[in-house]
């Protein structure tokens, strides 16, 4: 059903922002592993962390969800019928694909697939609510309201799992770790032009903050308890706890 991503293995005249139409979510699975260094420890974590945190009669919620791979894991490792998760996407391409995925799986935690922009979706009651490389997509004003609106809908002791990339603060560091990236992306088979093209549609949609942002926006947000728990290169996730 997934096939392998050779979105930018041509030369292209004009290298177009990047999307998540169509053409992505066919070779997505195969796109997200060979791009994002340690995204099968993370979603593993995920469910790990989901398992510590669950509470009984609660939400929770995969915001920016594309295939549902963060849901998938936690419906497996903690399958509490109390509990039902709302997984939201505002790509309709990924929403169906995604759909069928779940619908897949006979797991006893109810799931709604919901295609939707998760800047205005109503949250409530919530243990759980993952942001899986998806806070790095919104408009920079966007983000604080959305950790907001996330801080005030958990429950005490809920958790937001937010895994981003990261820029450094220093420049020269950054540039080193880029560096390392991309030599991890061609040892994964990708091609030097590939690399570059997919670097120019992703410059302007992709924004990446720095942890010291992240640190802040999570205080700003109500946050006091947060740390890392997975980084490789720049790749990073954080465990916020209310
Ligand atoms: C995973 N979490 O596999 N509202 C809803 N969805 C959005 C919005 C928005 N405003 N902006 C972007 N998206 C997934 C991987 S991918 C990360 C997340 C990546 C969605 C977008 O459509 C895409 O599906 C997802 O956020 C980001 O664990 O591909 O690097």
Redesign the pocket.
């Known amino acids: 059903m997934s096939g392998k991503d050779t979105i930018f293995s041509d030369p292209l005249d004009n290298v177009k922002a990047f999307e998540?139409d169509q053409t992505v979510v066919e070779v997505?699975p195969d796109?997200?592993e060979r791009s994002?260094p340690g995204y099968k420890t993370i979603?593993q974590g995920i469910s790990e962390l989901a398992e510590k945190f669950i509470q009984v009669d609660s939400n929770i919620y995969?915001?920016?969800?594309?295939?549902g791979?963060?849901s998938l894991s936690i419906r497996q490792k903690v399958p509490e019928p109390s509990c039902k998760i709302y997984a939201?996407?505002?790509?309709s391409a990924?929403v169906e694909r995604c759909r069928l995925i779940q619908a897949s799986y006979n797991f006893d935690m109810p799931i709604e697939v919901i295609e939707?922009?998760?800047?205005q979706c109503d949250m409530c009651n919530a243990s759980i609510v993952?942001l899986?490389?998806?806070l790095q997509?919104?408009p920079l004003e966007d983000r604080l309201p959305l950790v907001k609106k996330i801080y005030d809908s958990l429950r005490p002791g809920g958790i937001l799992i937010l895994s981003e990339k990261l820029q450094m603060q220093s420049e020269e560091i950054d540039e080193a770790i880029i560096d390392l990236h991309h030599k991890f992306k061609k040892r994964n088979g990708y091609s030097d032009m590939e690399i570059a093209q997919k670097r120019a549609a992703i410059e302007n949609v992709?924004i990446p903050d720095t942890r010291e942002a992240h640190n802040k926006r999570f205080e700003s947000a109500g946050f006091s308890s947060f740390e890392t728990w997975f980084q490789h290169y720049n790749f990073v996730s954080f465990l916020a706890i209310k």
């Not at 995969?62 to 295939?67: R, T, Y």
């Not at 939201?88 to 790509?91: A, G, H, R």
């Not at 939707?116 to 800047?119: R, V």
């Open positions: 998540f997505f796109m997200i994002v979603i995969d915001l920016g969800c594309s295939l791979a963060a939201i996407d505002n790509s990924m939707g922009d998760i800047n993952v899986n490389f998806t997509f919104l992709l």
